[in-house]
């Protein structure tokens, strides 16, 4: 049994509501249930924090350093393209982790492009809204169980 924890940056607090011609009609809390559920299916447990704070979000990672969290979903929302501050804390925490976004980013505005993340990450999952998440979960319990 692992501990498995997302993290979810600004604004996707929105879900459902905001832009649901990109983000989708998906509430955080429909998704979270879905994730949660999958774990306890593969005899995981789940945690998930949403934070519009930056130093929260930091927060959340130094403590997962002690906690026993084995893996994370990570989608920072719009701190994936500003944070350095976020990178440095998730590489102190040294779990192994998946990038996730709802919308395709490289379709986007060219400020999206990029990510502080991607490259330290496990895998990236961009554009296919909330079945992504899902994606990713199987993904990191398949890694979990290789272990």
Do not use: W
């Amino acid at each position: 049994m692992a501990s498995i924890l997302a993290l979810h940056g600004p604004n996707l607090n929105l879900l459902g509501q905001r832009e649901p011609h990109i983000y989708g009609y998906d509430t955080l809390d429909d998704i979270n249930a879905r994730l949660s559920a999958q774990c306890t299916d593969a005899g995981h447990t789940f945690s998930a924090l949403q934070s519009n704070s930056e130093a929260d979000l930091i927060a959340r990672l130094h403590l997962a350093r002690t906690d026993g969290t084995a893996f994370m979903l990570v989608n920072f929302g719009g701190f994936t393209h500003t944070s350095i501050a976020l990178r440095d804390a998730i590489l102190a925490s040294e779990i192994p982790f998946i990038e996730v976004h709802l919308s395709n980013l490289h379709s986007r505005e060219a400020f999206r492009h990029k990510s502080y993340f991607s490259d330290i990450a496990v895998g990236v999952i961009v554009g296919l809204g909330a079945q992504g998440y899902e994606l990713a979960l199987q993904a990191a319990c398949k890694k979990l169980a290789s272990n």
